[in-house]
Nanobody, 120 residues
Framework: QVQLVESGGGLVQAGGSLRLSCAASNNIFSINVMGWYRQAPGKQRELVATITSDSRINYTDSVKGRFTISRDNVKSTVYLQMNSLKPEDTGVYYC??????????????WGQGTQVTVSS
């Protein structure tokens, strides 16, 4: 079973920065898309940013110019650098990966989530 282990969440003041990391492991042949989603209290989970294996990137409009997604294909790790954080960025951030297993099967995997809290 694919494991996604996240780190880097925490509490920060508005205007501050955080960097999230997510490492994938177990039975991975390749990873197509990696990304980050977030869920604020009382709201649905929403896409934050995604990056493909050939580095095509997509951001939700509210984070453009402030967040940067990147990945290290050798380490099977995706990063999210978050700058100029706002209170509305608060939520649980989930790592996502579309993984090709050693068997050739395709699996969508999620991390356990990491809390990001931005105080005003």
């Amino acid at each position: 079973q694919v494991q996604l282990v996240e780190s880097g969440g925490g509490l920060v003041q508005a205007g501050g920065s955080l960097r999230l990391s997510c490492a994938a492991s177990n039975n991975i042949f390749s990873i197509n898309v990696m990304g980050w989603y977030r869920q604020a209290p009382g709201k649905q989970r929403e896409l934050v940013a995604t990056i493909t294996s050939d580095s095509r990137i997509n951001y939700t409009d509210s984070v453009k110019g402030r967040f940067t997604i990147s990945r290290d294909n050798v380490k099977s790790t995706v990063y999210l650098q978050m700058n100029s954080l706002k209170p509305e960025d608060t939520g649980v951030y989930y790592c996502y990966a579309s993984v090709v297993l050693g068997s050739g099967a395709l699996r969508s995997s999620w991390g356990q989530g990491t809390q990001v809290t931005v105080s005003s």
